[in-house]
């Protein structure tokens, strides 16, 4: 199969997943209602949403520069360029397919070898889903046991921070036992295609010797400082974009809702997350409001929210893109056919 047609079958897989998500966050609700809720709303509150979502941009920059700076210390403007238009891919392709944008960005033109960005984005991603995973814990921990469906989701909450905690330990295990990581990954792929073997195995072995530039001593409470920073602001642009439509939510419900939405957005869908970002949003707000205050203004607040999020991430993107740390024809390249490999 051709990478074109592999990339259509994804496509076509995405928005199959993301219309029966979508359908099950607004089942039983007229969208009539739910678009009159939404025209009703006071969208003032756009602006201090949109200041904390740059704020929220900001220390993503300065967190992800905290993570190569073993590696390279990475000027502040190439990675500010490459963080907005690469977050800007992640949305608005299927399946995640513009994580590999930012490290195909940032290693274009600097003495910074892929691997080591990439490395510094899967460890970024598994601090961020062992953080989002817990809080999602302790905020159904916070909430009145008697809720119905809590337990259900403290289960998931778990068993997602638990499939991290294990992708880690993979990580490290790896890191540990890196002949024999790179052995397997050949001996395994071998029987399928020589050269993937091959070219997989030499990229494995990049990317474990790039772990060992991951941030330690000083560099970890930082580290976790910055992260517990990025949540926070979050969840509190959550909480105040959720009073454009005359939802109150408390401390602990916006962290809730910020937790299924991380789970809901973790299932591949189609572009911008559609469906399963809205899924999460209305899962969310259904156990931390009773159902007399939520009805169609929570698929709006779910379609208002994904509809800011997205429209920002794309604007600054867009901003980004004439930056002249940016190429345009290799981010379609990294994101569409994969980077080569680089060591």
């Not at 607040?301 to 867009?318: D, E, I, S, T």
Request: charged residues 15%.
């Amino acid at each position: 199969m051709s990478v074109a047609s592999k990339r259509s079958a994804q496509a076509l897989a995405g928005l199959s997943v993301s219309a029966l998500a979508w359908w099950a966050a607004a089942r039983g609700i007229s969208w009539r209602a739910a678009w009159d809720a939404a025209r009703d709303g006071d969208y003032r509150f756009l602006v201090p949403y949109a200041a904390l979502f740059v704020a929220i941009h900001l220390v993503r920059v300065l967190r992800w520069r905290l993570l190569l700076g073993p590696v390279n210390r990475v000027r502040f403007r190439r990675l500010n360029a490459a963080t907005a238009v690469g977050m800007m891919a992640v949305q608005i392709l299927p399946f995640r397919m513009g994580e590999l944008a930012r490290p195909t960005l940032v290693a274009d033109g600097v003495r910074l070898p892929f691997a080591a960005a990439l490395s510094s984005v899967v460890v970024e991603r598994l601090v961020d889903g062992l953080s989002a995973t817990l809080l999602l814990v302790l905020a159904a921990l916070a909430l009145p046991p008697e809720l119905p469906g809590l337990p259900v989701v403290r289960a998931a909450g778990l068993a997602a921070f638990a499939a991290f905690a294990a992708l880690t330990g993979a990580l490290a295990l790896a890191w540990w036992k890196r002949s024999f990581t790179v052995r397997l990954t050949e001996r395994l792929l071998r029987p399928i295609s020589v050269r993937l073997a091959e070219r997989s195995s030499r990229v494995v072995d990049a990317f474990i010797e790039a772990l060992r530039f991951a941030p330690g001593g000083a560099r970890v409470p930082l580290l976790l400082v910055l992260t517990v920073a990025y949540w926070a602001l979050a969840a509190a642009s959550i909480r105040v974009l959720a009073m454009a439509l005359g939802l109150h939510l408390s401390v602990a419900a916006s962290a809730l809702v910020l937790g299924t939405v991380v789970l809901g957005v973790m299932i591949p869908a189609g572009p911008a997350m559609v469906g399963t970002f809205q899924a999460g949003v209305v899962a969310g707000l259904s156990l931390a409001l009773p159902a007399f205050e939520l009805g169609a203004r929570g698929v709006a607040f779910a379609n208002v929210l994904w509809g800011a999020q997205v429209g920002l991430q794309v604007a600054m993107g867009l901003l980004f893109l004439a930056s002249p740390h940016i190429r345009t024809g290799l981010l379609l390249r990294g994101c569409v056919a994969g980077p080569g490999p680089r060591s």
